[in-house]
């Protein structure tokens, strides 16, 4: 009896945990702010540096990042949970949020389920640009979707291989990662994630962090893939994505009236067979037109045999005594309503053609 109830039970899914409030990161104060340290003379605002000093890439302009978030310890309800703000913390995902569940943006990860409010800007509400920086940093470009990062100043301490599986833990804590390439002796690899939100949070949450090594990361969005087979298979993704967007927005009914429509338009519903021959007489004058262009195309037409040209006969060629020949008859036709002038046909058979013409002197 035990075990027939064993088998009657259905295994019930597990019940995910509810989420408490979110921590506050950091206290009020406790993150030094930092200066850029000045190396030229005038401060560009939108690189975030002085120009004309030394590149940005130099190791002496990064410093290591004081803080680093941690999705299962700082993930939690927020007031944007209540107020249905969609966007996310910025200062969550690089782990110095002070307001905790106060904060009026998420601290938890972009939801991929979930579409984007406005595709024009990011996960943060921070708006796009209409092209890349030239260092490729900042918040990107809304011309592409761009789902895969560039990952520089890696310390390979092995091979490719365990370089992958290093740069592989590190950035799965962010979303779901597609594939990652590393390439090896540069110090350089190319994380693409499945959805593009992931790719903006993880690019903010490991800017200046370190791997298993004491290096400091440098993060970019990486350049759009020369490889042609890649670019063929993201333009199969954004199509694929589109029409699943517009199925969802569809409703089903709506699909159902418009099929039925067009099968009205065309004379029968879809699957129907194919009507007999005293059907077509009362079928509608589209759906025989259609019939009609089916048959002629399905049966093939009869192939045409080439006509030789007329031959000339005496001086004149077959078009001009067919010319002249038309000619009379309309003289012909002029003097019969007239009752004036009587012209004879022209005879294709003399020399040059005219002998059959006659004249107001024949008359008299």
Known sequence: MSSTTAEIQVAQPKKQKKLKPARKQVKPGEVEKKEAPQTGKEYNIWYNKWAGGDREDSYSNKTKSQTRCNIKRDSGLTRANTTGVKYCCLFFSRGCCPYGWECEYLHMLPDPSIAPPDTSKDCFARDKFFDYRDDMGGVGSFQRQNRTLYVGRIKETGTGVETEE???????????????????????????????????????????????????????????????????????????????????????????????????????????????????????????????????????????????????????????????????????????????????????????????????????
């Open 166 to 364: 290093v740069v592989r833990r590190h950035f799965r804590e962010w979303g779901q990662i597609e594939k990652i390439r590393v390439l090896q002796y540069r110090s350089v690899a190319f994380v693409t994630y499945v959805h593009e939100g992931s790719a903006q949070f993880a690019k903010e949450s490991m800017a200046c962090q370190s791997l298993d090594n004491d290096e400091i990361l440098n993060v970019r969005w990486a350049t759009e893939d020369p490889n042609p087979t890649s670019k063929v298979e993201e333009r199969e993704r954004l199509e694929a994505m589109g029409r699943e967007a517009i199925q969802a927005k569809m409703d089903p009914r709506i699909i159902d009236a418009m099929r039925a429509v067009r099968a009205l338009e065309e004379g029968a519903a879809p699957g129907d067979e194919e009507p007999e021959i005293e059907e077509l007489e009362d079928a509608p004058p589209s759906k025989r037109r259609r019939l009609e262009i089916e048959d002629s195309e399905s049966t093939p037409e009869p192939p045409v045999e080439p006509q030789e040209p007329p031959k000339p006969r005496g001086l004149l060629s077959a078009d001009t005594l067919e010319s002249l020949k038309y000619f009379t008859e309309i003289r012909q036709r002029n003097a019969q309503t007239s009752g004036v002038v009587k012209i004879a046909s022209a005879s294709p058979q003399a020399g040059l053609g005219l002998g059959g013409y006659g004249s107001d002197e024949d008359d008299d």
